[in-house]
């Protein structure tokens, strides 16, 4: 249940909770980057410490910097996603991401 419910908070984040404004400009302007990143690791932040995790300075970090870096290099189109299309591998590998960060969340907050 508890990688549910990070998911629910992640697809929540990441596509209702980041709106069109936050998804045309945040490869554009670091301010709305940090912004869309600072809702994205605030509601994984909250989910986990609402199902009993611990949550430190260190996971902030970690999701915050992670999401961030991601988010940009697939918005610039920096890397390797330019050489996959937006909608398909790009996406693929940007929500590949994300599932990794919340099961290394998991993993940094198990027992």
């Known amino acids: 249940m508890t990688f549910l419910i990070l998911m629910f908070a992640h697809l929540l984040a990441d596509y209702p909770l980041q709106g069109e404004f936050l ?3 945040k490869g554009k302007n670091f301010i709305v980057l940090f912004s869309h990143a600072g809702i994205w690791t605030g509601c994984i932040a909250v989910a ?3 199902i009993g995790f611990d949550v430190g ?9 992670v999401h961030t870096i991601a988010d940009y290099l697939k918005a610039a189109n920096k890397l390797w ?5 937006s909608l398909k591998g790009g996406l693929l590998s940007d929500q590949l991401i ?4 919340i099961l290394l969340f998991i993993a940094m907050n198990a027992g």
């Not at 300075?57 to 910097?65: E, I, P, R, W």
């Open 23 to 25: 998804a045309n400009f």
């Open 48 to 50: 986990g410490y609402l």
């Open 57 to 65: 300075y260190l996971d902030v970090a970690l999701l915050f910097s």
């Open 81 to 85: 996603y330019k050489k996959l299309d």
């Open 98 to 101: 994300h599932v990794g960060q």
